[in-house]
Every structure is written in C-alpha cells, then in structure tokens.
C-alpha cells in the first residue's frame, strides 16, 4: 500500500493528476492554472504531462469559463474549473446558478453536467479584499448544485476524484489556509472502496458536546476539543463534508447522546449552514436537547482588512466560550 505525507496542496494536486490519467475526457480549465500551475500551485506540472488542450489557461473571465464549461459539459466533457479566489466566483455567479444549476432539471433529465468548481475559499492568509470570503451558502441554497469541501489531505485527494466522476455539478470547497497542513494519504485505495463524498465523518468521538464544523474549521475545532479534554471535557467533532446535501445521520446520533451542539464556520452567521444546522438538529432532537442549538462564525460584516482578520475569524477561545455556554441552561 503507497502511503505517502502529504499536504492538502499536494493531495489535490495528485488527486487532479489521477483522474486527468483515468479519463481522457477531464479537462481542467481557469486563470494561471497552467504554465504558472495556479497562484496556489494546485495544479502544478500537470499542463506539462498533459498539454495545453487538457489543461487550459483562459481569460480573466469567470463567467466566460463557466459558460464555456457547460457546453463542454453538454457534449460529455468532465471540465475542472479553478475560480483563483472566493471572492472571484461572482462574476459567473449567474452562469452557475442560472445554468449550471437548472440545465439537468430544464432538460427534463435528459442532460447532465458533470462538472466541478474548485474554489480556494475562507481567511487566514493576510489577504486583500475579494481574496478570503466564504460563499458557500449561496451555492449550497442553489438546487440543482451539490457542494463539498475537505479539510484534510486524505479527503482532499479522495473527494476530488469523487467529485469529477460525479454526473453532477459540484462546487469543490478547499479550505486555502490549509493547504500546506500534511498528512497520510493512501494512493492506492481503489475510489470504490473509498468513504462516500457526501457522508460526514466523526473525526473525533466525545461524550459531551457535538461539535459539527468543515473545511478550515475542523482543525480549530480538533485544537478546541484537546483543549476541552484537558478541563475534562470530552467534545465529539464532527467533519460534515458535504454541504449540499447535507448528512446528519452521525449529528443526530450524537447529539441525541451528547445533548449539546456547536456549529462552527468562518461565513457571517446570518442566513448561514448555521441556522439550518441548528434548525434541522432542533427538529429532530429537541427532547435530547439540554441546550439549544449554538453558533460560532464570522461577524455579520464584509471580511475585514488583513491586520483585524484573526479577531473576525472564529478560534479555539471562541468555540470553547460556546462550549461552557452550553452547560449554563
């Protein structure tokens, strides 16, 4: 078995690698992605092995690249799309949501648009405005869109393999302040064998409280639960990957042992996973409930300028304080 440490850079860019190899129709198409190998070096020497046909450097035009993508898609292409950053997704915005999201169900199922966006997403990096927003509720609100993001190498280099195979359009979340965190990765693993891309995952069992987070904040949420371990506390994280749909078969299970939940994630709290985290958690455990339903996310404001990001960012301190407030009812 080839296990090798990776980061979650690295794992994409294997993963990428590997399903450029097992279908000559996946095509990786956005700016810089080529010669330069993306601003994040994502997709690092794959132009070079594959040529330019295959991976392909477009104009600055995010609506341009997704409108071209799903004639791609329409005639069966798998095209790959890299939005450089978050805050860039929303010039193609209208193609995603107006096409993308309604071409399978306008054909009456007769069309399919396997495609994936990949968008480098969340704060943390000291970056200008545009550069650290978490959109994900928009896309996860949008029927017609599946919406994923990993938070460790292994799941990076799996899930995006996943993703491209997939018939389905699929907005690929990668939590870009984690991109140089390592970890073990099976190479080797048959994707058939390989947990299912929209199934969360318990990555740290606990007695107390659930703790339910993805993308960059399951790291926070894993320092916060050893953190908690030390007062005697014993928090169970939850790793939710997918987004849209959601799977909170695990949540329900340990909420209804824990009574207690914390939702965490870098979006504003308005309006976000959030609230129909807690809805849907209050819905189907509400006599389990020894508190209700609480969460730790960015400020109900635009993302802040590099030098105050960490005091808008949730971390440890924070989702501990929600932790002990969950003890006070």
């Given at each position: ?18 399903a450029l190899e097992n279908d000559p129709k996946v095509i990786i198409m956005g700016e810089d992605v080529g010669k330069l190998g993306g601003v994040f070096r994502i997709t690092d020497g794959l132009q070079k092995d594959f040529g330019d046909q295959r991976v392909i450097d477009t104009p600055l035009a995010e609506s ?248 808008y960012l949730p971390d440890l301190d924070r989702v501990l304080d929600a932790v002990d407030r969950t003890f006070g009812w």
């Open positions: 078995m080839a296990t090798e440490t990776l980061t979650i850079g690295k794992a994409l860019n294997t993963g990428l690698r590997r341009g690249i997704i409108g071209t993508a799903v004639g791609l898609a329409i005639r069966g292409y798998r095209p790959v799309c890299e939005i450089q950053f978050d805050g860039f997704v929303y010039p193609a915005y209208d193609q995603i949501v107006s096409q993308v999201a309604k071409m399978h169900y306008r054909s009456r199922g007769k069309l399919s648009i396997p495609m994936v966006i990949r968008i480098p997403f969340g704060g943390g990096i000291g970056a200008v405005e545009h550069h650290s927003e978490s959109p994900e509720a928009y896309f996860a609100h949008t029927a017609g869109l599946k919406v994923v993001s990993c938070a460790n190498p292994q799941d990076a280099y799996v899930m995006i393999q996943q993703a491209i195979a997939s018939d389905d359009p699929i907005v690929f979340l990668e939590p870009k302040r984690r991109y140089w965190e390592k970890g073990q990765v099976d190479l080797d693993a048959p994707l058939s064998d390989a947990y299912p891309l929209h199934s969360a995952r318990v990555v740290r069992p606990g007695t107390d409280v659930t703790v339910l987070a993805y993308g960059p904040m399951v790291r926070t949420c894993l320092e916060a639960a050893t953190a908690a371990a030390e007062d005697g506390r014993e928090l169970e994280v939850i790793d939710l990957r997918s987004l849209s749909p959601l799977d909170l078969s695990a949540a329900y299970e340990s909420v209804k042992r824990t009574g207690r939940a914390v939702v965490v994630h870098e979006a504003p709290s308005n309006i976000g996973l959030g609230a129909e985290l807690a809805a849907r958690i209050t819905e189907e455990c509400f006599y389990s409930l020894e508190s209700p339903v609480l969460r730790v996310t960015g400020f109900d404001t635009p993302y802040p300028a590099a030098r105050v990001e960490e005091e």
